[in-house]
């Protein structure tokens, strides 16, 4: 008798858990690609989740690279692409912003020479109000395919 009574509201409950915004921006399914010759940059790629309120993303940061640029590819004459620094990158509130191949991304100069694909590479999000996100990013080799 409980469970017929309750049970009507349970899709209900699900949908409002999922279509809540966390207060904070988060990242998930972040990933990088290891470069095809030793030294060269990597890139990283990751799916903003934007908060209660809107955020700008200023900086990213690891502990296994010596520094790490945003970059927005463009497409130029001719079909030809490049890539320009992204100086920041608008987070609506609940809104979600992806990095991924042939898109924006990020790289990674001077990347610790011991990451594997399989190493988890940490990577810090700094926002423009001070705050910052964390992401454990998975490795990929530089011809493997894309975690997600
Ligand atoms: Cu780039």
Redesign the pocket.
Known sequence: MIIRRLAPFAPFLLLAACHRPAAEPKVTEAWVRLPAVSGQPA?AYFTLHGGRSAKTLIRMESALAAKTEM?QNMRGMQGMTS?APLDHVDVPAGATVQFKPGGN?A?LFGLDPAIRPGTAVPIRFGFSDGTTAEAEAKTVAAGGDAPY
Do not use: G, L
């Open positions: 890139a970059h890539m991304h790289m």
